[in-house]
């Protein structure tokens, strides 16, 4: 997966750099499948989760990095999915499939409304619509209990099942979120490098010179928008998929916030970055609690240092890393 | 009138633990062998589910040094495997999915709070062991969860517990104040059963977990001119806000109010309030004087309803222990579907809704000028 | 509805429109001064409201000596955030967003310091005038909560002098419009930063001993504040102190009157609407006016 | 005020147009032809209005009264974007180039108009919407040999002098292929050398048909329009050609200051 | 008065400055010209402490200032116009020339040449305006601002950079006189420019940048003439 370097090659460039980058990709395959027959199920959850974070934060990321759109509504995009799941196999008794595009579309419709009208904001007046959004959306999860169960949530929700196949364990799911996750990021990277992709960098860089050349930028706005929904709600029905249960709590402003930060820590410039941000939302805490009650306490510390030492996240320090490997000079465009 | 059927093993059991108990400042004499049996707990320490979690998790920190100093399980000694689920549901699960799978535990107290509860559940029901949850019963589709064992009272119980109390009181119109979360689960069991109760609500105000000022809410409960008010959170806010706007009626809460940091948080506010609730450490009944003395001697400070429901969800799980041995998961989860009578409450985890607890278990308990004092007051079981 | 009931929510929604404003004060002064989103002004307060607890209950200080106490922390916070978090992101070359990202930390940090070290407790803290009532026809308020009131527009005219009138006021102000053009005139850009941050941690202080009376004091209501005078600071223009006071009173009457004439499970989803809506309508806040693009 | 005749060849006709900010009028019953195929030059003191007319023909402001109409139809009411379509194509004061790109991707990015994939086309990566960043590539490569840019093709924009941040958006805009390209001070910061290229930059395209509305304070490069206006508080004080209206006393008073 | 002796600057991995020598006398015009990207801004950055400088010295007046810090530069009697003007656009003509008196208030009374009110005198313009807010003003009266701002220092050297970009060829002119009665004051003046025509008329003498180097001085004599001498301009300039 060379997804994350993808935006500064031409399109028409060779294919395989050299035959160690094939080789290197190999590898990686190889690692990613034989994790879950290696590791405890307890840490191929926290990599279930680490996806399902990677792909509803990377659709926080790129309006972050590409349009410069701070975005703290996710999670109501992230609930809407795991409430169609959730209603739609447990209430309606859909199969697991229908239930997750109807919170795709649910969730797209839903974006497209509010964002048409908010996306003519900027700036922090931007942040502060979308974190009222997630406020509202947390408000209704938690008012309209005959579809979410209120506080006391819903459960027994359908698994996911692949021809007959149950993904009933962190391990067999794992396989099924990856390649979604996978997919997700192809999706973003084919974005990025596409016309689309050109319009959106330039109406960050300089909005006005953006719309002279045509791009209409409300609408781009729009469009991105509308995919990050799309990705937080299919992040959210795999979630209560995988779980099985999903109540209120799970869609507060806090996690609004962690996928932000997944998209910050993990460098919101880059694609692949997503997955480091939520690798670390998912393993610092797990990882932390084993020092006791003051694990919050070094749990911001490191956030705070994050922050402070990879303005680019951990994405955009190693992209420059790889770089400076490949071209003998950290130099690029950005 | 039914009486709950304690089996003598039971109560033979009850003696074990209340002796246990004392032998808190006994020398150690723990004869103890082999490789520690582990008992996984999942509570919430940090987050919303703080207030509750900490409180359970120092009781069954008591709880295991007790144990252990008696004896442990058939000379084993237990180790309980404590994570905190910081109040969110899907860390629940993670830590859930590590102490089972990765610790091989062979049964899961907690979580604290509901939803985390039935994050857990959907694990432990795959797997047939057993789970203590501290909390109430969940969603309906935990009734067809047949090793999820509840130590706290499902809410239409809390609430029947309150109107009873409004009943002998010969209250009729209320005002009702609660926070969405828990209050809105106490409320829709309130709501329910109201009318068999002859009681009406002339206004129900509802505001935000974590909301820092109600008087409006409350100012409109006061406007309905109820005879008493129930005020139902998990926060101290609104009793506040209700005296502070001057509603001076009667205020009956629920359980889930009583822990003292919230009527620590009330001030001089915690006056006139009564709570349905099953363990009042300044004047515990008889069963739970030994458990509130030995806590007291631990940390120096009195334990109430959800210290109890910690103790009681280990003694159980240690009592499932003893009975099915410390591997079969599912021997642990049905040794434990017997009547058991705690310091809390007595269970009966194979009743229809996985708890047992009756209403003969809930003691009332009134906040006088910041002090709790145990009411006359018993709901005799009716038929 | 009775009167007495609308002159109630009244109450409420001027004091905790008072509230709202005090935080979005702070955050504006903040902003103004370095143009950092202080996603820490929350847990100003709180340090201010735990201090002033503590010099109270343990050791016994007078109320007034307890509140400067708890403004002082404040203030001491607000500069030690600058100096550990605000400036070395700065000499890293963060963008707007890292400075919210490093102050968010910074909250949570505050936040799990408060829980480990104070405990997960609601503290009542002693207010001015105790917890007398005052009438107000039929309602109630209370005597704080007046002084509360009061203190927020005093401070708000304090803050206004200091701006337009006082030499180190202005000096902050050149040097948060251009770092440059300051120091050319010999303004210390970053001393002046750092007296930003001091001034908006005293402020964050004063609303801090001021509203812990009321609400009580618990180690997450940082962030809560925060989000709430963000609200009040964007609806009165971003970096307008004056603003930010006209915007917590308006959320605050908002959230007041839509408990009474709607639902109050649907106060925040009433109040959040009317913001967006305000912000569509009036994208500079209600006291934002850019200079025009002239020739 | 000198008599402003309608021209028939008029690519533009800015019609009466007013505006104010504040209270503060800034443009006053401003009446203007861009003529097909040649260079309209403005001039005017700072503080005349300058920018703001060309932000009204541009669609980045609206005016309060008047209408701008453009091949013969109002476009007073379209967005920036779809003048861009429409062909007309603006450069800016202070340069605005995409700073984080490189000048090669500035050049793509400025072929946006000259393709149509869909947003979804683009997502899912379908051959179209490839072949089409091949094409894209290919004329932006063009650009580089036209304008003199492939020394710095792969350099980041942002790391530019000034001078060829401002060579860069004026080939960025001439790329969008407009009828009506609007330059904004684009000597502004050049020195005599490169603003000699500039002008014969500006003469070849042209030359090649391109329609050019020129606001510049640079006497040597306005002396490239065929017809000038003189913009003063908001009005327009005269119009001719460059060698009349450098001639004109009251334009030597106002603006001249000799 | 100034003499800025092998300084090297930059930013980041990249050097822009390579040695650069000049010196401006006292009561002295001098200019620096060059091309875009000839390090001519980063010259002026250095010189007042933005860009902290890499090897060499600056001295002023025999004290060595380039290790100062850059807000106390003003107080050694240097006052600065950045590109760009740089004013306090939000905040009112009084206030932006307020906050510059107050500085030039610690210099030694030895030093004080311009009054608030001289400063009026100068720009006539301003008296009416005080109370406007800078970005309200047209470029060549901010412009104007900006020097009066930098006046108020008391500086006894006054550093333009590119004081004439963007203003019509009126305001140039009127920059011209300004410049000269500065001058007349006793205060010397390095001037940072593009437009030679205004350099050759407000000044005595140039130093020519190129690539971050100084690389010709065009003494009084020839300066004079510079415009006018194709050859000259061609040779420093031009190719």
């Known amino acids: 997966m060379s997804l994350g370097q993808s935006q500064s090659l031409p399109a028409g460039s060779r294919m395989p750099r050299n035959l160690a980058l094939i080789a290197a990709a190999a590898v990686f395959v190889a690692v990613w499948a034989s994790v879950p027959l290696l590791a405890s199920r307890g840490t191929v959850d926290l990599l279930v989760f680490t996806a399902l974070y990677s792909i509803a934060g990377v659709g926080v990321a790129f309006l972050l990095g590409q349009c410069g759109i701070i975005s703290l509504a996710q999670s109501v995009f992230y609930g809407i999915g795991a409430y169609a799941t959730a209603y739609g196999t447990t209430a309606l008794g859909w199969h697991w499939v229908p239930s997750l595009f109807a919170g795709m579309a649910v969730a797209g419709t839903v974006a497209f409304l509010i964002g048409w009208p908010i996306l003519r904001l900027s700036g922090h007046f931007l942040a502060l619509a979308t974190l009222a959004l997630a406020t509202i959306g947390h408000v209704l999860f938690l008012e309209w209990d005959w579809i979410t169960g209120g506080t006391l949530g819903v459960g027994g929700i359908a698994r996911i099942s692949l021809f007959g196949f149950v993904l009933n364990t962190p391990q067999r799911f794992y396989y099924f979120v990856w390649i979604v996750a996978g997919l997700v990021f192809w999706l973003y990277a084919n974005l990025l490098k596409s016309r689309a992709g050109f319009a959106m960098r330039a109406m960050r860089d300089a909005p006005s010179a953006a719309m002279v050349l045509g791009v209409d930028v409300h609408r781009l706005k729009v469009q991105v928008f509308v995919m990050s929904a799309v990705v937080g709600s299919l992040a959210g029905s795999l979630f209560a998929s995988y779980v099985t249960f999903v109540s209120v709590d799970s869609f507060g402003i806090d996690r609004a916030v962690s996928f932000l930060l997944v998209a910050v820590v993990g460098g919101a410039q880059t694609i692949l970055g997503s997955v480091f941000g939520a690798a670390f939302i998912t393993l610092a805490p797990n990882l932390l609690s084993k020092l006791g009650d003051i694990h919050a306490l070094v749990y911001a510390g490191v956030l705070v240092l994050a922050v402070i030492f990879l303005p680019q996240g951990i994405g955009g320090f190693l992209r420059d890393r790889v770089r400076g490997l490949l071209n003998g000079s950290g130099r690029a465009g950005r | 009138m039914i009486r709950t059927k304690i089996s003598r093993r039971t109560v033979l059991m009850g003696t074990a633990g209340v002796t246990a108990l004392g032998a808190l400042h006994a020398p150690a004499i723990a004869q103890q062998g082999g490789e520690p049996i582990k008992i996984g707990a999942v509570l919430c320490l940090t987050g919303p589910g703080a207030g509750l979690g900490q409180a359970e998790r120092s009781a069954m920190q008591l709880a295991e040094k007790m144990v252990n100093e008696a004896g442990g399980v058939n000379g084993r000694p237990i180790r309980v495997l404590i994570e905190d689920d910081g109040s969110k549901p899907d860390i629940a699960k993670s830590k859930a999915e590590a102490l089972i799978f990765n610790e091989k535990v062979p049964l899961m107290i907690g979580s604290s709070l509901t939803a985390s509860t039935g994050a857990i559940a959907a694990l432990t029901n795959g797997e047939k062991m057993a789970q203590v949850a501290l909390t109430g019963l969940g969603p309906a589709i935990e009734l067809t969860y047949k090793s999820l064992y509840h130590v706290l009272p499902p809410q239409p119980l809390n609430a029947r517990a309150m109107l009873e109390y409004t009943k002998a009181q010969n209250f009729k119109k209320i005002g009702v104040l609660h926070d969405s979360g828990y209050g809105q689960l106490v409320y829709n069991s309130l709501r329910e059963q109201a009318a068999a109760y002859g009681v009406s609500f002339a206004a129900v105000e509802k505001f935000e977990v974590g909301a820092q000022d109600v008087s409006t809410q409350a100012a409109k409960v006061r406007a309905a001119q109820p005879e008493a008010v129930y005020v139902i959170a998990t926060s101290p806010v609104p009793f506040r806000g209700a005296r502070q706007v001057r509603i001076t009626q009667p205020i009956i809460s629920a359980i889930g109010s009583s822990p003292y940091d919230y009527v620590r948080g009330m001030g001089e506010y915690a006056d006139d309030i009564v709570f349905p609730e099953f363990l009042v450490g300044e004047d515990p009944e008889p069963h739970q004087k030994a458990f509130v003395d030995m806590y007291k001697a631990a940390y120096n400070s009195l334990p109430k309803n959800y210290e109890a429901a910690g103790w009681d969800a280990l003694q159980i799980a240690v009592n499932a222990l003893k009975k099915a041995g410390p591997t079969d998961r599912e021997a642990i989860a049905q040794a434990m579907r017997e009547p058991y009578r705690g310091v809390m409450a007595s269970y009966n985890f194979a009743a229809p809704d996985l708890t047992g607890i009756e209403l003969s278990s809930f003691v009332f308990s009134k906040l006088v000028k910041t002090q709790f004092t145990r009411l006359p007051f018993k709901v005799t079981a009716r038929s | ?295 | 005020m000198t008599a402003i005749s309608m021209q028939n060849d008029a690519l533009m006709q800015v019609r009466h147009i007013s505006k104010g900010f504040f209270g503060l009028t800034v443009l006053r019953d401003v009446t203007l032809d861009i003529t097909e195929g040649l260079i309209t030059g403005l001039i005017g003191p700072n503080g005349a209005g300058k920018s703001t007319l060309f932000n009204i023909v541009s669609g980045f402001l609206t005016p309060d009264e008047g209408d701008v109409v453009y091949k013969g139809e109002s476009v007073a009411s379209m967005s920036v974007a779809a003048r861009s379509y429409a062909g007309i194509v603006r450069t800016f004061q202070t340069p605005q180039i995409f700073a984080n790109m490189t000048v090669r991707e500035n050049l793509v990015a400025g072929c946006h108009k000259l393709s149509s994939s869909s947003f979804l086309a683009n997502l899912f990566g379908l051959p179209a919407s490839r072949r089409e960043l091949a094409e894209m590539h290919g004329v932006a490569d063009d650009a580089l040999r036209r304008f003199g840019l492939q020394g710095i093709a792969d350099v980041r924009a942002g790391d530019l002098p000034a001078g060829q941040q401002r060579l860069l958006e004026l080939s960025r805009a001439a790329l969008a292929k407009p009828d009506l390209l609007c330059l904004d001070e684009p000597s502004s910061g050049l020195n005599a050398e490169e603003t000699q290229q500039l002008r014969a930059l500006l003469e070849r395209l042209n030359a090649e048909g391109m329609t050019i509305f020129l606001v510049s304070h640079d006497m040597d490069l306005m002396a490239v329009s065929s017809t000038v206006s003189v913009l003063c508080f908001g009005e327009i004080i005269a119009r001719g050609s460059f060698a009349a209206i450098k001639a004109d006393p009251r334009v030597r008073e106002a603006y001249l200051g000799a | 008065m100034l003499s800025v002796e092998k300084i090297s600057a930059g930013y980041g991995a990249m050097t822009v400055l390579h040695d650069i020598d000049l010196t401006v006398g006292a009561n002295e015009g001098v200019a620096v010209i060059g091309p875009n990207g000839a390090g001519k801004s980063t010259l002026v950055r250095a010189l007042c402490g933005l860009n902290p400088v890499r090897s060499g010295r600056i001295v002023k007046d025999g004290i060595e200032i380039h290790n100062q810090a850059a807000h106390r530069r003003a107080a050694a009697g240097m006052g600065v116009v950045l590109e760009n003007r740089r004013l306090f656009g939000e905040l009112t003509v009084k206030t932006n020339l307020e906050l510059a008196e107050h500085e030039g208030a610690r210099r030694p009374k030895s030093a004080e040449r311009f009054t608030f009110d001289g400063v009026l005198d100068l720009f006539p313009f301003m008296k009416g305006r005080l109370d406007a807010n800078v970005e309200l003003l047209s470029g060549g009266e901010q412009q104007m601002v900006a020097i009066g701002r930098a006046l108020l220092l008391q500086p006894d050297l006054l550093i333009l950079d590119e004081p004439s970009t963007g203003l019509a060829p009126k305001v140039v002119k009127s920059l011209v006189e300004v410049i000269g009665k500065i001058r007349s004051e006793g205060v010397s003046v390095l001037l940072i420019e593009q437009n030679v025509a205004l350099a050759t008329e407000a000044v005595d003498r140039a130093y020519v940048m190129k690539l971050g180097r100084v690389v010709g001085e065009i003494g009084p004599s020839e300066w004079k003439g510079a415009l006018n001498d194709s050859g000259l301009a061609k040779a420093y300039l031009g190719g």
């Open chain 3, 1 to 295: 509805m009775t009167t007495t009931l609308f002159i109630q929510s009244l109450l409420a929604g001027v004091t905790n429109g008072c509230v709202y404003g005090l935080i979005g004060l702070g955050l504006s002064v903040i902003y103004r001064g370095s143009r950092v989103v202080n996603a820490m002004q929350g847990d100003f307060s709180l340090v201010a409201g735990i201090i002033a607890y503590l010099a109270m209950e343990r050791l016994g200080a007078p109320i007034l000596i307890a509140f400067l106490g708890g403004m002082v922390a404040g203030a001491i916070v607000g500069w030690i955030v600058e100096l550990l978090f605000v400036r070395p992101t700065r000499k890293r070359g963060g963008t707007e967003e890292s400075f919210l990202l490093v102050t968010l930390g910074g909250a949570f940090a505050v936040s799990a310091a408060a829980l480990l070290f104070f405990g997960r407790d609601s503290h009542p803290v002693r207010g001015l005038g105790g917890n007398e009532l005052l009438d107000v026809f039929d309602a109630a308020i209370r005597v704080h909560a007046v002084w509360l009131i009061v203190l927020s527009l005093a401070v708000v005219v304090a803050l206004r002098f200091f701006y337009t009138r006082t030499f180190i006021g202005k000096s902050i102000m050149a040097a948060s419009i251009d770092a440059d053009g300051a120091t050319t005139i010999g303004i210390n850009v970053p001393l002046m930063r750092s007296l930003t941050f001091l001034l908006g941690g005293a402020v964050g202080g004063v609303a801090g001993v001021l509203v812990s009376p009321l609400i009580t004091i618990h180690y997450e209501m940082g962030l809560l504040l925060t989000l709430k005078g963000f609200t009040a600071a964007i609806i009165g223009t971003l970096g307008n102190p004056f603003g930010a006071i006209v915007g917590g009173l308006m959320l605050g009457l908002v959230e007041a009157l839509a408990i009474v004439f709607v639902s109050s499970g649907y106060k925040d989803v009433i109040s959040m609407t009317f913001l967006i809506l305000i912000m569509i309508a009036i994208p500079n806040g209600i006291l934002g006016h850019r200079g025009r693009a002239g020739g």
